[in-house]
């Protein structure tokens, strides 16, 4: 645990040292060093991994409709937080958050993330089913920290969608048809500028 929260101290100093970082009201280097470190040994104690696979794993796949025979003309990449085996030899493609609320359901259905996590546990050979399991793991920045454990099915229609949704945006894009979409993300975006002047 001690290795950790070093890591930890060490990479926190060095972002305070080398970025700019925005505090929120109330906030500053010293307080979020303290949340960070009561969080970290919050999911020590309980965090409960099955056999691990990988842990921050890349992909690069191609993005296919099957049904319709069509590719995507660019790879989707990425990194995977997590893979995991449980007893029975089921394969969870697991992802890590933090948030200060829980989240709903219908946020960890729809998320076109796990959608492309899955899809690339079955190109990438992870995985030979025809529906993967996935698991978002959020641990809370509450008063009270918590860690709750969110599952998700995704098959071959969620991967039909996915492919009909990414087609939509990179037509989207070749038309030069975007459109500004504020939230919280906005934040740490290097574009923010240019939305605000459109």
């Known amino acids: ?3 950790w929260l070093k890591l930890f101290r060490k990479d926190w100093k060095e972002a305070q040292e080398t970025e700019e970082v925005r505090y929120r009201k109330g906030e500053d280097f010293e307080s979020l060093l303290r949340e960070g ?11 409960n991994p099955q056999k691990v696979i990988a842990i921050e794993e890349e992909f690069s796949c191609d993005l296919g409709d099957r049904r319709e025979g069509e590719v995507f003309p ?11 085996e449980d007893e029975e030899g089921r394969i969870f493609i697991v992802e890590h958050k933090t948030s ?19 899809y690339a ?18 641990l809370l920045k509450t008063k009270k920290p918590g860690l709750v454990h969110y599952y998700a099915l995704k098959d071959k229609e969620d991967f039909a969608k996915l492919y009909r949704i990414v087609e939509g945006v990179g037509e989207a894009m070749q038309e030069r048809i975007i459109y500004p979409r504020y939230g919280y993300w906005c ?9 605000r002047e459109w």
């Open 100 to 118: 200060r609320r829980r989240f709903a359901r219908w946020e960890i259905e729809g998320s076109l993330q796990l959608s492309i996590y899955a």
């Open 187 to 195: 934040m740490d975006c290097p574009y923010i500028e240019q939305c």
């Open 121 to 138: 546990a079955k190109e990438m050979g992870w995985s030979d089913s025809d529906s993967i399991l996935c698991r978002v793991d959020v």
């Open 74 to 84: 660019l790879p989707i990449k990425g990194v995977v937080d997590l893979v995991e």
């Open 37 to 47: 470190e009561e969080l970290l040994r919050f999911y020590a104690r309980n965090a």
């Open 1 to 3: 645990m001690e290795a």
